[in-house]
């Protein structure tokens, strides 16, 4: 069992937006602005997309945004597009002796 | 542009022990945190520790105390990851990743480990 709680799987249709949750504690999630997210397609190794809660690294479309409420992180993808269809993780720091930790992942299809 | 090249695929014995290199071009090797990520075949991503370089301290997950060991050779800009005492479980794709501004970029490869008798 993961220590991020993400749904299984989110789906939309091209253009649409879609927003993909990640819930942990206030030792992790809630207790830093350190959740990051990731997008895995399928052989491949994963891509950051968003870093310390809602910032964009270089490169990476206006398209993803990231924001935090409390204990749960969000990932929102507007203007859905065949390309985003892929697996996305969260991560945060953690208070505890394992540093990092993952969500378990969320499947996105577009439909 | 940093990028973070691993070793090849391994096949080993149960019991026995893997070493995985990850060697970094671009950027100041001993500057930067290297962690190590797994997934197994179908499941998620799992942190499993981290090296500073310019420091030498390596952290681990819980999970793998005593059983994993994160190096870094300065000189030739690599980073090891050995797991000892293998098992079934431990079949999985490895990564190793740079860690910026708290999020992990890039990421090397990845080097299938494959655990069977």
Known sequence: QSALTQPASV???????????????????GGYNYVSWYQQHPGKAPKLMIYEVSNRPSGVSNRFSGSKSGNTASLTI?????????DYYCSSYTSSS?????????????? | QVQLVQSGAEVKKPGSSVKVSCK?????????TISWVRQAPGQGLEWMGRIIPILGIANYAQ?????????ADKSTSTAYMELS??????????????????GFDP??????VTVSS
């Not at chain 1, 649409?16 to 992790?28: L, N, R």
């Not at chain 1, 394992?98 to 969320?106: D, P, S």
């Not at chain 2, 970094?24 to 930067?32: D, I, N």
């Open chain 2, 63 to 71: 999970k793998f105390q005593g059983r994993v060991t994160i190096t």
């Open chain 2, 24 to 32: 970094a071009s671009g950027g100041t090797f001993s500057s930067y």
């Open chain 1, 11 to 29: 789906s939309g249709s091209p253009g649409q937006s879609i927003t993909i949750s990640c819930t942990g504690t206030s030792s992790d999630v």
């Open chain 1, 78 to 86: 507007s203007g859905l597009q065949a390309e985003d269809e892929a």
């Open chain 2, 107 to 112: 990421w090397g490869q990845g080097t299938l």
């Open chain 2, 85 to 102: 005492s293998l098992r079934s479980e431990d079949t999985a794709v490895y990564y190793c990743a740079r860690v910026v501004l708290m």
């Open chain 1, 98 to 111: 394992t540093l990092r930790v993952f969500g378990g992942g969320t499947k996105l299809t577009v439909l």
